[in-house]
């Protein structure tokens, strides 16, 4: 049974390729939407007063710990459409965790099926 086990773990299969498909992917489109998110939170929310954002530093901060975090210690954001970047953020951040966690368990389920 241990020979099998280590087996597996040296083994590269479509549905590895598929996953690490799949994270690569999701990685690279939220890269893209904080770079977006960012800049939009720059330009709208920075040098206002009661406005956490300051540069673009921490717009790219707000913007990052949005998606990884669904939250961040920034203030909210003080224009309607800093808000709405933060609301697309938070959606996108659920969306995106949802769809990883989901590629993992089809990747383990079908892992599992195969063996038996």
Partial sequence: MLGEELRRLIT????????????IIAFSLSAVVDAVCATLMWAYESGLKGSSIHGFGDALFFSTAQIVTVSSSF???????GQVVDVALECWAVFVVTAVAGSFASFFMSGDHTSS
């Fill in 75 to 81: 203030k909210n954001p003080v224009t309607h459409a």
């Fill in 12 to 23: 590269w299969s479509e549905r590895h390729r598929r996953l690490l498909a799949r994270v």
